[in-house]
Nanobody, 123 residues
Framework: QVQVVESGGGLVQPGGSLRLSCAAS????????VGWFRQAPGKEREGVAC????????YYSSSVKGRITISRDHAKNTVYLQINSLKPQDTGVYYC????????????????WGQGTQVTVSS
């Protein structure tokens, strides 16, 4: 069964950190560009980071650049999203998605999606 599963979300205080995981089964993530998206209540889903298939190039949205790092663990077939200095506006459901090509900001460009993991930043 082909699927991706996110984990690692939770409730964290402003200024804290989280590491989200995106684990794949049924296919190798190494052959896919993997993007992380988030969706805040009442807002559209937006891309926050992506790691490319080919050379591992990384891309970040301007809203999170400097606070987020995306990385791969080839052995675990997993992509991580490290988020530091969390702000209340980072609250939302975080999704990972995979596509057989270069990174894209467009939701519809991705073939495989996880169910999402909730991140809540609040004191």
């Amino acid at each position: 069964q082909v699927q991706v599963v996110e984990s690692g979300g939770g409730l964290v205080q402003p200024g804290g950190s989280l590491r989200l995981s995106c684990a794949a089964s049924g296919f190798g993530l190494d052959y896919y560009a993997v993007g992380w998206f988030r969706q805040a209540p009442g807002k559209e889903r937006e891309g926050v980071a992506c790691i490319s298939e080919r050379d591992g190039s990384t891309y970040y949205s301007s809203s999170v650049k400097g606070r987020i790092t995306i990385s791969r663990d080839h052995a675990k077939n997993t992509v991580y999203l490290q988020i530091n200095s969390l702000k209340p506006q980072d609250t939302g459901v975080y999704y990972c998605a995979a596509r057989r090509s270069y990174c894209s900001d467009y939701v519809l460009a991705y073939n495989y999606w996880g169910q999402g993991t909730q991140v809540t930043v609040s004191s």
